[in-house]
């Protein structure tokens, strides 16, 4: 078997979300030595300068072995982690999941919906705070309805609360305000108070994206009123509401569900994206899907929805991990 380095950025103490990439370290860690693999563990730190010192270190598996990418964060900044995957190919390494420009394209989330936009995908109106500034963006985005507010650069919806959702335009001018104190630039974003889907992808041995079984995110033990969205709380805080209170639930075959798959691979294809990647979608008014997220590299910690959804279609941990590095290895 192949040697694998498991390589992962030490995690920010204050920052609770960032702790889950010790907990995907050991899940797959686990699975490859499961399968035979000889596995060497790798923590990054220190930023950039941290990305260099580890490529010195990744002489073990520098011929005929795999990087196995779970950097999320370098110098406790989710904006810096693409340059992962640059340093890699730079030291002609094999890595998993996406390349450093797939990496690049999806972590800006501007950057993103352009993509989207151009290549005729559907996804909600937009607009860029403070490049556009709160009035405009109630009028072209909420058109007088209601708009969400996303951290522009960031994942895990860190900065996503009840309080990100406006339905009036001084609550939106008074919300852009500290957002942007505590954030920086801003995605304002048309809401949709449809379902939302999770649908994970996984590559295939001839590199082709596999769908696996489609993800319904249910808001049905919510009291009337509360924003029916997947924020910080929803993933984060177990003491939380929304935490015990979020289900998921896995769509039987349906001509719906094919069309939610066939929008994810368009996602995909346009993004170059490799290993396995999750596609977020909600549904409008009328049940149209539209992506809001798309997610290179997901979290793949034991109970994320990526493994969830592997589990469904068949896949042990193994089975997940190992599909994923052999993807890698024919970069």
């Avoid at 040697?3 to 030490?10: G, I, L, Q």
């Avoid at 900044?77 to 890699?88: D, G, I, K, T, V």
Wanted: net charge negative.
């Amino acid at each position: 078997m192949i040697p694998v380095a498991v390589v992962y950025n030490r995690p920010d103490p204050v920052r609770a979300e960032s702790k889950d990439v010790l907990i995907e370290a050991a899940f797959v860690e686990k699975a490859l030595r499961e399968r035979g693999h000889p596995v060497h563990r790798v923590i990054c730190d220190n930023g950039l300068e941290g990305i260099s010192v580890i490529a010195d270190r990744l002489h073990v598996v520098s011929e005929s072995g795999v990087v196995f990418n779970l950097i999320e964060s370098l110098g406790n900044n989710p904006r810096l982690y693409p340059a992962s995957a640059a340093m890699f190919d730079i030291a002609g390494l094999r890595y998993t999941g996406s390349s450093y420009e797939a990496l690049v394209m999806t972590t800006d989330k501007a950057f993103s919906k352009s993509i989207l936009f151009s290549r005729g995908i559907p996804t909600p109106e937009w607009a860029i705070y403070p490049e556009t500034d709160a009035e405009s963006c109630w009028h072209t985005v909420a058109e007088g309805k209601t708009c969400i507010a996303k951290p522009l650069r960031e994942d895990a919806s860190v900065g996503i609360t009840d309080e990100s959702v406006f339905s009036e335009y001084y609550l939106l001018m008074e919300g852009l305000i500290r957002m942007h104190q505590d954030y920086g630039d801003l995605l304002v974003e048309k809401f949709l108070d449809g379902t939302e889907y999770n649908i994970s992808i996984l590559e295939g041995r001839m590199g082709e994206p596999i769908v696996l079984p489609v993800a319904e995110m249910c808001f049905d033990l919510w009291p009337e009123g509360k924003p029916r969205i997947v924020g910080y709380s929803a993933k984060w805080n177990p003491g939380a509401f929304e935490y015990q209170n979020t289900r998921r639930i896995f769509l039987k075959d349906s001509e719906f569900n094919d069309n939610l798959s066939q929008l994810a691979v368009s996602v995909w294809k346009a993004f170059r994206l490799n290993g396995y990647a999750r596609v977020d979608i909600r549904t409008d008014k009328n049940g149209k899907p539209h992506v809001i997220e798309i997610n290179a590299n997901p979290c793949i910690s034991p109970d994320s929805g990526f493994v969830a959804a592997a589990k469904k279609a068949g896949l042990s941990p193994e089975a997940l991990v190992g599909a994923i590095v052999e993807a890698a290895t024919r970069r």
